[in-house]
């Protein structure tokens, strides 16, 4: 016997029991090839979150530059006619997430399915593969589709992080030595250099505790903004557009969707917990997160937009002062917390790269240090090309309508068709 034979033997030993138990239901190939992705791969295994850490996750992972720029939101589609938007886009987004986790949980509990392999990219391909036996058949097609969606939308939100963290450090140090010219370049090389090491973790408890600092950091940043708008005088609400033109509604429109960009992080986090059954609970972890999330977008746009009215730049820390010195370190603090959501949002192409290089024989057959090399170098690629990618080497507008398209597939229309559609009819009915 070989030795590849006796690794192989070894590595199948050590599966869990339950996952040989539908040999009716897949095929040998899709059975090896589950077996394959739990037995090597770093994103699915791994040790369960508490309630307190998923939470930490939830709310750092939806907490991103979308949130900074709200005040741009009723710039562009008046006073009120942003704030209902707001309103409307957090509620719908919370009860699709709701969605998309009982879908997932009825789709396991019929089939008996892994709990931890059980993301939004197979939760769209068994609602599939599980359906009508007419929509069958493209099953393999709607995952790609899925997969590459995911794909450029987690990058695409790696760039603005990287546009974000740049742009406020070379406004921070132009604070402080105006004199001194920063080349946007090399920040953004020094910030990818610091980006890359921090990306080579998967481990979902490091991601929590560094989420509660960044959570914390949020929250200091997030009290010093609200006192500048508070302390410096807010324009009077009559003062203000209450809508503004259709051209403006479509801008807030496609701002408003990526504020709220973590639905793809909602079932690899669900499926980390110790106690699942408490995610969607009335005092849950979802629950309490958006509400938390949606009362933070809200009262940034409102306030932020009473405050600089037509001012108010693409996110608000350039808008807050370096003068007087105590508002200093707001873009220090939410630079940290952009970081941090850069890692989470990071987490899903890394989790998919990983899943396809399993399809590869080279990386399949190679040794355990030589995978994980591969793994490794391949975040580190990840890394170096979100840096790459300058978002204002492109048009604006074309970006917010690829962005407009992927975002409302991927966090409206795919849970409400699975909730909504004859797919679904056997499996959710509460």
């Known amino acids: 016997m070989t030795d590849s034979e006796k690794t192989s033997i070894t590595k199948n030993e050590q599966l869990p029991a339950n996952i040989s138990d539908n040999n009716s239901i897949h095929s040998a190939d899709e059975d090896d090839e589950n077996i394959m992705l739990q037995t090597h791969d770093p994103h699915v295994m791994g040790d369960h979150l508490k309630e307190s850490h ?9 907490i991103g530059t979308g949130m900074l720029s709200m005040p741009v939101v009723l710039r562009y589609a008046g006073l009120w006619t942003g704030f209902f938007m707001i309103l409307i886009a957090g509620s719908m987004a919370a ?31 068994y609602v599939f593969k599980y359906g009508p036996m007419r929509l069958r058949k493209p099953k393999g097609k709607i995952k790609h589709t899925v997969n590459l969606f995911l794909i450029v939308t987690q990058i695409g ?34 910030v990818c250099l610091a980006l890359t090491p921090m990306c080579l973790c998967s481990d979902m408890r490091v991601f929590a505790r560094i989420s509660t600092v960044a959570n914390v ?54 499926s980390k917990m110790e106690n699942p059954d408490s995610y969607i609970h009335p005092c849950g972890v979802l629950n309490v997160g958006m509400i938390i999330i949606i009362t933070l977008n809200v009262a940034f746009g409102f306030f932020g937009f ?19 010195y105590w508002f200093s370190p707001v873009k220090p ?41 591969n793994l490794k170098l391949m975040r580190i690629g990840l890394v170096m090309f979100a840096c790459e990618l300058n978002p204002d080497l492109l048009d604006p507008f074309v970006v917010l309508s690829i962005f407009v398209f992927l975002i409302s597939s991927l966090g409206f229309a795919l849970p409400f068709s699975t909730r909504h559609s004859r797919l679904m009819t056997a499996f959710v009915r509460n």
């Open 54 to 62: 998923a939470l930490m996750n939830f709310i750092k992972g939806n």
């Open 95 to 125: 009860y699709l997430m709701k969605v998309l986790v009982r879908t997932s949980r009825s789709v396991r509990e019929q089939h008996s399915l892994d709990r931890a392999k059980m993301d939004y990219t197979e939760t769209v391909f």
């Open 333 to 373: 603090l939410f630079i940290i917390a952009i970081m941090v959501t850069y890692l989470l949002q990071f987490y899903i192409p890394a989790s998919i790269f990983s899943r396809l290089m399993e399809k590869l024989r080279c990386h399949r057959e190679a040794s355990d240090r030589r995978r994980y090399i």
């Open 306 to 324: 009473m405050r600089f009215g037509e001012d108010a730049k693409g996110t608000i820390t350039l808008n807050i002062p370096e003068y007087p």
């Open 157 to 190: 939100f790696s760039c603005v992080y990287t546009l974000f963290i740049t742009e406020n450090i070379r406004y921070f140090i132009h604070g402080f030595f105006p004199q001194l010219s920063i080349s946007f370049y090399l920040v953004a090389f020094l």
């Open 217 to 270: 950091a949020t929250l200091l940043g997030s009290i010093l903004i609200f006192i500048y708008l508070f302390t410096s005088g807010l324009q009077p609400l009559d003062s203000l557009p209450v809508i503004t033109n259709p051209q403006g509604i479509l801008v807030a429109f496609g701002i408003v969707m990526f504020s709220f960009e973590g639905i793809s992080l909602v079932l690899p986090i669900e």
